[in-house]
């Protein structure tokens, strides 16, 4: 069998599960995944190398609705310039669940795309007999290759996806050494978990404005000493990241410490600090610092 090699975007709803889509192709946790809706924030691609396929699984923001306009405007148009480049776009949806949401993503998806649907966590689908019937809805709103019924979370159906989305890749060496997982460094990762981690610790609103800037990043031997910025957007965030007596940031830093332990496999130190960096998210100077599309 010919080997081939190619991108898939992962586009959808925000929470669809693209990121712990690509983490359970990947058997691997490298997006970072929250229950809160839009967390993905950077272009980020799992690289899943196969005896005979390369998998370039491009990890998209789902639509940004929460910052200011400059900063939804950056990730929406630089998310629509990777569905029109890749070779394949998968589009994720939650199975019994396809509305509004998932119809205005499909509709930004050029028609000449050729789309696989996955239709994630059937976990949840209590009545299994449902899913056919949706299935045959769903497949009613574009002419897709295919639709798989998947679980992220259980790990169903994911050999499936895998054989479908490589039907639809094109011949070809592989792109990355077949030992590489991703196209970032530790660097962006460093800054992604500390992230992920004020999204899980931080009530509903807050982590919309916050944002995590990595200020140094030295190996010592076998320590990476890490320096991270948490900057918010008002005087009145930092107190509730800080927490009382400095409690709740010390639980962010250690969480992220032990996950970037963990990833990076060698021992952290990390020093967090929050700073206010008034409306960051519609500052361009500071944005392009930060790693986002200008
Ligand atoms: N039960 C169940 N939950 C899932 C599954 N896949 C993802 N989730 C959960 O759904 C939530 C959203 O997952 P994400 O992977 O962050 O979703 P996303 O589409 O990347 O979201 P954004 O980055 O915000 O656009 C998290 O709480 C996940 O744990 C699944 O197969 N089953
Ligand atoms: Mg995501």
């Known amino acids: 069998m010919s080997f081939r090699c190619g991108t898939v975007a992962l586009a959808g709803r925000p929470n669809a599960g693209k990121s712990s889509l690509i983490n ?22 799992g690289v899943l190398t196969t005896e005979d396929c390369q998998y370039l699984l491009v990890d998209l923001p789902g639509y940004q609705t929460r910052h200011a306009g400059m900063l939804n405007r950056a990730l929406n148009r630089r998310a629509l310039e990777a569905v029109r480049d890749c070779d394949l776009v998968t589009l994720v949806v939650e199975a019994l669940r396809y509305g509004s949401e998932d119809r205005a993503v499909l509709g930004r998806i ?7 649907v996955a239709v ?34 259980s790990g169903e ?36 978990i500390l992230r992920e981690k004020l999204f899980r610790r931080l009530g509903e609103e807050l982590p919309y404005s916050c944002e995590v800037a990595v200020e140094s990043f030295r190996e010592e031997g076998r320590l990476r000493r890490i ?43 990390l020093g967090v600090w929050v700073k206010v960096k008034r409306d960051w998210s519609s500052d361009a100077r500071a944005l392009r610092q930060l790693g986002y599309p200008a």
């Not at 359970?24 to 691609?45: M, N």
């Not at 050029?110 to 696989?116: D, K």
């Not at 007596?245 to 332990?261: N, P, Q, V, Y």
């Open 24 to 45: 359970a192709l990947l058997g691997e946790k490298l997006a970072i995944v929250s229950d809160k809706a839009q967390t993905t924030r950077h272009l980020l691609t």
């Open 110 to 116: 050029p028609r000449e795309a050729r789309i696989v």
């Open 120 to 153: 994630n966590k059937i976990d949840l689908a209590r009545d299994r007999a449902e899913l056919l019937p949706f299935l045959q809805r769903l497949s009613q709103e574009r002419d897709f290759a295919a639709l798989v019924p998947v679980s992220a979370r």
């Open 157 to 192: 159906n994911l050999p499936e996806l895998l054989r479908v989305l490589r039907g639809g890749l094109p011949e070809g060496p592989a792109a990355y050494p077949e030992d590489q997982l991703s196209d970032r460094n530790e660097r962006f990762f460093a800054a992604e």
């Open 227 to 269: 320096e991270a910025t948490i900057l918010v957007g008002r005087e009145s965030h930092k107190p509730i990241v800080i927490g009382k007596g400095g409690a709740t940031l010390k639980r962010i830093a250690s969480d992220a410490r032990r996950e970037m332990e963990t990833r990076f496999g060698g021992k952290v130190a």
